[in-house]
């Protein structure tokens, strides 16, 4: 599975910003698509995740309430929906999907997932 991430950029703090993120190959079939991030400096973090057949959105600590993941599961796009952002969410955001099954209820876990996007910046200026 390819995934292919869009929407990145620079935006002020308080502004909104709006990822995607599509999967596509031969065997494009996802079970679940998360969105992570990483900072300079920081260790990847994940953000959010949609399980298509699963329980609802599970989120971040520092980002629920102010991010939405959506998706369009007959198109394997996923969409990250940023409000209120903050300098502290300035990093590169990476998509991923996992075509083998959800092993757990929150599919928060990096391991869980088998297929990586190649990211996109956002950046947000203080």
């Known amino acids: 599975v390819q995934l292919q991430a869009s929407g990145g950029g620079l935006v002020q703090a308080g502004g909104s910003l709006k990822l995607a993120c599509t999967a596509s190959g031969r065997d494009s079939r996802t079970y679940a698509m998360a969105w992570f991030r990483q900072a300079p400096g920081k260790e990847r973090e994940f953000v959010a995740a949609?399980?298509?057949?699963?329980?609802?959105?599970y989120y971040s600590d520092p980002v629920e309430g102010r991010f939405i993941i959506f998706g369009d599961n007959s198109k394997n796009t996923v969409y990250l929906q940023m409000y209120a952002l903050t300098f502290e969410d300035t990093a590169f955001y990476y998509c991923a999907a996992t075509t083998t099954g959800v092993p757990t209820n929150t599919a928060h876990f990096d391991w869980e997932y088998d297929s990586w996007g190649q990211g996109t910046q956002v950046t947000v200026s203080s």
């Open positions: 949609l399980t298509w057949r699963g329980p609802t959105p």
